[in-house]
């Protein structure tokens, strides 16, 4: 391990003390928020973002465990099912095997083609929820793979599933409007915005290319609040390398060979320029 990514306690990477830290402000966030504690459109705002970021952070555990130890990481997993309102490991399936190992294809349930209206705001409107509808449609069982193949994860997933779900199901029991403003509606939105991104990470690349597949978003803050996230080629290319690493190969092995038009500094800017992209 490289001094940028040496261990800080039970962390395998010091870096993650960031995400740590967005993750326990967003539990403060839903929970001062839901109690009624504190409440503000800036808080509310702050949470959306912060569901979005978390969502982030589910991605990247699920690409390289977070802990060192495995009751750290389950419990980790579980943490992060809660706070997102999805299980952690429901999507292994859809990113780690079909979107990473086949990126764009018929078999990526977030493949660009699945949405191409005329006009590019209408795709990233809807991208989200056909991708929704073709993973419902096409993804096989994955408590019934893993049953026999892989037990332990098997198990971690109905932990999940069924602490998400009852968590949820309790707190609209008990206050469904404060539950649906401060936690179903940021899930919701956070979820719609992962996917959504998407699409402005591989929309007009090429992905038989072997750096030219996605496009990167290269400003330092944003990569900062998004953990790196800006950098999706370096991504693509070494999936299993810590995101604390992601802008150091970017600049060694990406930047001298993907076209120049695939970095963005601004993701306001490239956001805006897919959105007015005409299509077909």
């Known amino acids: ?148 193949s892989r037990p332990a994860l098997f198990r971690q997933a109905l932990i999940e599933r069924g602490a998400t779900y009852a968590a949820a199901a309790l707190l609209l029991a008990l206050d469904w409007r404060a539950t649906l403003i401060y936690l179903i509606a940021p899930w919701l939105v956070a979820q719609w915005a992962l996917l959504a991104i998407n699409l402005l990470q591989h929309q007009g690349c090429d992905p038989e290319s072997s750096h030219d597949h996605s496009r990167n978003i290269t400003g330092r803050f944003v990569n900062w609040l998004l953990l790196n996230n800006g950098y999706h080629t370096a991504h693509h290319l070494r999936p299993e390398l810590h995101w604390s690493l992601l802008p150091a190969f970017h600049r060694a092995h990406v930047e001298p060979r993907i076209r120049a038009e695939l970095n963005a500094r601004s993701l306001a800017v490239a956001t805006c320029r897919q959105f007015f992209r005409r299509c077909g």
């Open 1 to 148: 391990m490289t001094a940028r990514t040496r261990g800080f306690g039970p962390l395998r990477a010091r870096a993650d003390l960031r995400a740590l830290g967005f993750i326990l402000a967003l539990a403060a966030l839903f929970s001062l928020q839901w109690s009624g504690a504190v409440r503000s459109l800036a808080l509310l705002a702050a949470t959306y973002l912060l569901a979005f970021v978390a969502c982030i952070v589910k991605h990247n555990h699920i690409h390289i465990e977070t802990f060192g130890g495995d009751r750290w990481n389950r419990g980790f997993s579980l943490l992060l099912s809660l706070l997102t309102g999805t299980p952690t490991t429901g999507i292994i399936t859809a990113h780690n095997e079909r979107h990473h190992g086949r990126n764009n294809t018929e078999q990526d349930f977030v493949r660009c083609s699945i949405a191409c209206f005329r006009w590019n705001w209408l795709n990233l409107l809807a991208f989200p929820f056909l991708s929704v509808r073709a993973m419902s449609r096409e993804k096989p069982s994955d408590l019934r793979r893993w049953r026999r």
